[in-house]
């Protein structure tokens, strides 16, 4: 069964905002860590933020420090990715993630469908 759905992906100018959301099964959301990703066409999926099930440890990818904010409202099993100050290089398709505590893909068992952002200059 589907057990990670993104949403919130869209089209924004440069320098707008989006917000995208993930919902997540509870017994994921619950004793995983939660990430996203993004993957570019012709690029390999890469690491953008990851947040502890805690919230109190969150970590970025420094092409995006400063501008998004990963955040999870553990009542509602959502994990959010707010993204501020879109660039047309953050172009891509963000993937909601369930896993241990890495940048790494590999270390991500759940995977959602992907949610495409498209930042026009």
């Known amino acids: 069964q589907v057990q990670l759905v993104e949403s919130g992906g869209g089209l924004v100018q440069a320098g707008g905002s989006l917000r995208l959301s993930c919902a997540a099964s509870?017994?994921?959301?619950?004793?995983?860590?939660m990430g996203w990703f993004r993957q570019a066409p012709g690029k390999e999926r890469e690491f953008v933020a990851t947040?502890?099930?805690?919230?109190?440890?969150?970590y970025y990818a420094d092409s995006v420090k400063g501008r998004f904010t990963i955040s999870r409202d553990n009542a509602k099993n959502t994990v959010y990715l707010q993204m501020n100050g879109l660039r047309p290089d953050d172009t891509a398709v963000y993937f909601c993630?369930?896993?241990?505590?890495?940048?790494?893909?590999?270390?991500?068992?759940?995977w959602g469908q992907g949610t495409q952002v498209t930042v026009s200059s």
């Open positions: 509870r017994h994921i959301f619950t004793n995983y860590v």
């Open positions: 993630a369930a896993g241990s505590i890495t940048t790494r893909p590999s270390g991500y068992d759940y």
């Open positions: 947040i502890h099930w805690s919230g109190a440890r969150t």
